[in-house]
């Protein structure tokens, strides 16, 4: 099983909607910030703040930028 695996459950779509992208695909991510849980992605978002006010976020989740980051200093919380 790969690192990441893309939660099943936080996927939404509708017809016609290009096929969700196999588990531990991240590209499908890029330009944007995801919050990752055991493993699985739980939400993304276009900015940090937006991500972090998501509901699905809870503390203690990973959040970062995939792909470029854009420039300027981050501040990572995690735990070891």
Do not use: C
Request: charged share 25%.
């Amino acid at each position: 099983m790969s690192e990441f695996e893309q939660d099943q459950n936080g996927v939404t779509g509708g017809e016609g909607d290009a096929p969700s992208p196999p588990a531990g695909d991240l590209e499908h991510y890029t330009g944007q910030w995801v919050a990752v849980r055991d493993g699985v992605v739980v939400a993304s978002a276009t900015d940090e703040a937006a991500l972090r006010a998501d509901p699905a976020v809870r503390d203690g989740d990973d959040m970062y930028p995939i792909g470029e980051p854009p420039s300027g200093f981050y501040f990572l919380e995690g735990t070891v």
